[in-house]
């Protein structure tokens, strides 16, 4: 059980490692993509997107579903909305952490200005809306795949609103993405365990008794 876990934990570093060297490599052409595709109704539009999108309002979100929940009396959902917004504060932290090590600039940032690593200009990498939305719904995914599938488009609009905005390349956005994926796997694991042993009975060979 252990080889295979190592196995597919190999093959996921893997397939990560080939999609961010595809969008490294894709940031200039997107970029300018969505630069020649501008128009101010869309604007707006993926600017609100990006405002209500961002860390302050998931956890307004998750607070209110887990008061929700507790008032109802579901420890099971409490519990799936306090693990959100957990796996929401880790990708927060992490992707904070990432942007002022890396001090990436944001696309819209021009050549000649001075370099500040702490300055919100040079914190293109990862972006910290897909992340901090791609852990929060992540785990919702992993506890309740129909309701996690029915608001991946959440992190995917939000993501593309990103880049429409000029605020950051496709790379920062995958690699947030995959942020986002791991923390959300990381308090699932911690804080699910119900989830994490369900997956282990599905995927556990069936014995046969003989009669």
Not at 44 to 69: C, I, Q, T, Y
Not at 90 to 112: F, H, N, Q
Request: glycine share 8%; with cysteine; charged share 20%.
């Amino acid at each position: 059980m252990k080889a295979k876990i190592v196995f597919y934990w190999l093959v996921g570093i893997g397939i990560a490692a080939i999609v961010m060297v595809a969008a490294f490599y894709f940031d200039e052409p997107v970029r300018d993509f969505m630069a020649q595709h501008q128009n101010r109704a869309t604007h707006n539009f993926m600017h609100k997107v990006s405002r209500f999108g961002d860390w302050p309002e998931h956890f307004a979100l998750g607070l209110a579903l887990a008061g929700l929940a507790w008032w109802r009396g579901s420890k099971k959902w409490t519990r799936i909305f306090l693990a959100m917004l957990i796996a929401l504060a880790i990708a927060g932290l992490v992707g904070r952490g990432i942007k002022i090590g890396t001090g990436r600039a944001r696309p819209s940032v021009r050549a000649e200005e001075v370099w500040n690593r702490f300055s919100t200009k040079y914190h293109a990498f990862p972006s910290g809306h897909v992340a901090a939305s791609t852990a929060f719904f992540g785990v919702l995914f992993f506890a309740n795949r129909r309701a996690g599938l029915a608001c991946l488009p959440i992190p995917i609009l939000i993501g593309f609103s990103r880049m429409y905005l000029n605020a950051h390349y496709l790379s920062d956005v995958v690699f947030a993405a995959i942020l986002g994926m791991l923390c959300a796997v990381l308090v699932e694991r911690l804080l699910l365990p119900q989830s994490a042993k369900r997956k282990a009975e599905i995927n556990a060979p069936v014995r046969t008794r003989r009669r």
